[in-house]
């Protein structure tokens, strides 16, 4: 097993920046995406064809799953997760093509993705609910609750990382070492599973960063919800 | 597993590029597609409820006509109905009024029919009458029945009544008392004597008497007083049937 098979390789370097093959194959699925993008936009028209409706079938599915969280934002958060989702498949996927490998076998670049969706939670948090009112949710539904909720934030943005790194890492492992033990089209079962398990990452990371954003600002919404109801009550009393 | 800052800000970077791509060039257009779409298919929807609201409007129209139409034709039928009944009633009065003029006339036809009919009967009958009293007095005429009809003639002459004398004596007086006699069998000299008392009586004053013979007569007398003329024969009483026929006829 050569380590240049596993290991990350740096290219090339911009000044102080080394880029990656990660990088690289980022750029390539992003210029793919874009490509596939124009293509379908020259092509849209009133009455769709197969692609347009594929195309919107994905889209209405995306928006449908966050709208089943977060009815009120669902178009609000569909760029950030729907990009996830897409990114995610593809960069998956991206494994199975040969001399080929998945930006996500990389914890720099899942970290990336996960610091995303941190940094994400708190700004469409903050945007809909107001700083003030964002950052008491860390005091509900007692102060004593504020460390928990910091290291929860921390510890879920690293298994998010986490998760997904080791995942796609351990399949292309796996199947490179069958590769080198069994021979050529024996690890067509693991590539199989890599499908599958690119996909299912894919949604799960995803899904996981819409519930921790809808959290966020449902929490909100919930305790606004319970002052306006106290407020309502006193003139009962 | 390694980390690298560079690759994670450059992945933080690429994944904020693909982000704006795909929301200004993919979910944008597609959801302004959706929308669009949506909004097309809402406005036909629309526009289809509000035909749907405009025919069902039509619709009540329609009925609301159609039962206007259905109550009209009812009250047109209704009247035409009874037009129809006043006019089969009219022309029933009218027809029944013609029949019972037909029947009426038809039984005056039928009457006037049957009169003549009887007529012609009755006009047969005299005639075979007259025939046959022709033929039976053509067997018993002679002189006996002359004599006796002479006999019946005086005898009414004495039953005559004044006014018929006073016109018989005028009819002498212009007749210059001439009188003619015929008969179908020459008269004896004692009933010429009879009748010229008979008619002197009559007449008041003497009259010459002229006599003769006439066969036709079969039996009997016709006395010519100048424009009278006195008939007692069968032949005369014979033309009289006829006549009276004749008259019956023409009547």
Do not use: H, P, Y
């Given at each position: 097993m050569n380590h240049s098979e596993i290991a990350i390789e740096s290219?090339?370097?911009?000044g102080p920046i080394a880029v990656t093959n990660t990088v690289v194959t980022t750029w390539a699925i992003i210029l793919g995406l874009s490509a596939f993008i124009w293509l379908y936009m020259r092509h849209l028209a009133g009455a769709p064809g197969k692609l347009q409706t594929a195309v919107e079938a994905v889209v209405i599915a995306m928006e449908d799953a966050i709208a089943a969280v977060a009815p009120q934002q669902a178009k609000r958060l569909l760029p950030f997760i729907g990009s996830l989702w897409i990114f995610l498949v593809v960069s998956n996927l991206a494994g199975l093509i040969p001399g080929v490998h998945s930006p996500t076998r990389d914890f720099s670049a899942t970290a990336a993705l996960a610091i995303l969706v941190f940094v994400s939670v708190h700004w469409f948090g903050i945007r809909i609910s107001g700083l003030k009112s964002y950052l008491h949710h860390y005091l509900t539904p007692n102060p004593i609750m504020l460390p928990f909720h910091l290291v929860s934030e921390i510890t879920r943005t690293v298994a998010l990382a986490v998760r997904l790194f080791g995942n796609i890492m351990s399949l292309e492992m796996t199947a490179l070492l069958i590769l080198l033990v069994a021979g050529f089209l024996a690890p067509i079962p693991i590539l199989l599973l890599h499908i599958v398990e690119a996909l299912v990452q894919a949604y799960i990371f995803g899904m996981l960063a819409l519930v921790y954003i809808a959290s966020g600002i449902q929490a909100q919404a919930l305790r606004q919800s319970q002052i306006e109801d106290k407020h309502t009550a006193k003139p009962m009393e | 597993m390694e980390f690298s800052l560079?690759?994670?800000?450059?992945?933080?970077?690429?994944f904020l590029v693909l982000m704006w791509i795909l929301k200004h060039f993919l979910y944008r257009p597609v959801l302004n597609a959706l929308e669009k779409r949506r909004a097309s298919i809402a406005e036909k929807i629309k526009r289809a409820d509000n035909k749907m609201a405009e025919a069902e409007a039509l619709q009540a129209q329609y009925h609301q006509r159609l039962q206007k139409w259905d109550a009209e034709k009812q009250q047109l039928q209704q009247t035409l109905q009874q037009e129809?009944?006043?006019?089969?009633?009219?022309?029933?009065?009218?027809?029944q009024n013609e029949l019972a003029e037909k029947r009426e006339k038809n039984q005056v036809n039928l009457q006037q029919e049957l009169d003549q009919t009887l007529k012609q009967y009755q006009s047969q009958a005299h005639h075979q009458g007259a025939q046959f009293a022709s033929k039976i007095l053509h067997k018993v005429a002679g002189p006996e029945v002359e004599q006796h009809l002479l006999s019946l003639l005086l005898e009414q002459f004495t039953q005559l009544d004044e006014d018929k004398k006073n016109r018989l004596k005028k009819a002498c007086q212009e007749a210059s008392q001439h009188i003619e006699i015929s008969s179908a069998y020459p008269l004896p000299d004692q009933q010429r004597q009879r009748l010229t008392d008979a008619l002197t009586e009559l007449c008041e004053d003497p009259v010459t008497l002229s006599f003769d013979e006439d066969k036709a007569l079969l039996a009997g007398l016709r006395i010519h007083i100048g424009a009278w003329s006195l008939r007692l024969n069968l032949r005369?009483?014979?033309?009289?049937?006829?006549?009276?026929?004749?008259?019956?006829?023409?009547?």
């Open positions: 290219l090339f370097q911009i | 560079s690759t994670f800000i450059l992945e933080v970077i690429n129809l009944q006043e006019t089969r009633k009219a022309q029933m009065t009218k027809l005369d009483e014979l033309n009289g049937f006829v006549e009276l026929d004749s008259e019956n006829r023409a009547l």
